[in-house]
């Protein structure tokens, strides 16, 4: 199986929801305009957060759905908050195919620019 970089990008991420995921566009798209994604793998997401400051809240969200005709949900989701003591985050592996996608939005503060990869293993 190879390893490979499924998509990578940097987003100033402010109040919208934003999918990183959807390949579509350059840098991701409001979620609730964008594409569910279908192509199979174990999927990981690393962010560079090194511009997040005291008052920042970064919400991630990883949608999926439970069967391929069920309505996508969130199966993974975390915030960060303030200055990151490492400034790397990365997400478990998570085995995703049925409509998938990965979001982040800006929950307090004013902005983050934040750079990611996703990696796939397919």
Request: charged share 15%; proline share 2%.
């Amino acid at each position: 199986m190879a390893i490979s970089e499924f998509t990578t990008g940097t987003k100033l991420v402010d109040t919208t929801e934003w999918s990183i995921a959807d390949t579509s566009t350059a840098n991701g798209e409001a979620y609730s305009t964008a594409t569910p994604l279908t192509t199979d793998g174990v999927y990981q997401l690393f962010l560079d957060v090194n511009d997040m400051i005291a008052g920042d809240e970064l919400q991630i969200r990883i949608y999926e759905k439970c069967r391929s005709g069920d309505t996508q949900r969130i199966c993974y989701q975390a915030t960060l908050t303030g200055t990151q003591s490492e400034p790397i985050w990365v997400s478990p592996s998570l085995i995703l195919m049925h409509g998938w996608d990965m979001t982040l939005d800006c929950i307090a503060g004013t902005s983050i620019t934040v750079l990611w990869s996703i990696r796939s293993v397919a």
